[in-house]
């Protein structure tokens, strides 16, 4: 029996585009790893490092990103990115802010 091909943990039109719209913003990937938006799942700093060098500079990742943020774009789909809010005992909680992409 084969070993089995690893599953990209990646979500190219969720992850990507959430990965990519963060760090355009100006957020550091320490931040994003402590959930500053929120993923398909949690990344390590590491896999955030890895995912955006290879967006960048792997030809096939990025190519293949590139079209499905396209494609996630030009369909108007709706994504929720959570907020930061600080409840009454001063822990930050989040909650769910709707964005419409067709106006980004």
Same mark, same amino acid.
């Not at 896999?47 to 030809?59: G, I, K, T, V």
């Given at each position: #029996? +084969?070993?089995?091909?690893?599953?990209?943990?990646?979500?190219?039109?969720?992850?990507?585009?959430?990965?990519?719209?963060?760090?355009?913003? +100006?957020?550091? *990937?320490?931040?994003?790893? /402590? +959930?500053?938006?929120?993923?398909?799942? =949690?990344? &390590?700093? =590491?896999?955030?490092?890895?995912r955006c060098h290879a967006l960048l500079y792997d030809p096939v990742i990025s190519a293949d990103a590139a079209a499905r943020m396209i494609?996630?774009?030009?369909?108007?789909?709706?994504?929720?990115?959570?907020?930061?809010?600080?409840?009454?005992? +001063? *822990? /930050?909680? =989040?909650? /769910?802010?709707?964005?419409? *992409?067709? &106006? #980004?």
């Amino acid at each position: #029996m +084969g070993a089995l091909a690893p599953v990209s943990p990646w979500i190219p039109e969720d992850d990507d585009f959430i990965l990519k719209n963060a760090v355009e913003a +100006g957020a550091s *990937l320490e931040s994003l790893a /402590k +959930g500053a938006v929120q993923f398909s799942r =949690r990344f &390590t700093v =590491r896999e955030l490092q890895n995912r955006c060098h290879a967006l960048l500079y792997d030809p096939v990742i990025s190519a293949d990103a590139a079209a499905r943020m396209i494609e996630f774009e030009r369909n108007g789909l709706t994504k929720c990115v959570p907020a930061d809010n600080v409840n009454e005992s +001063g *822990l /930050k909680k =989040r909650k /769910k802010i709707p964005i419409n *992409l067709e &106006t #980004m």
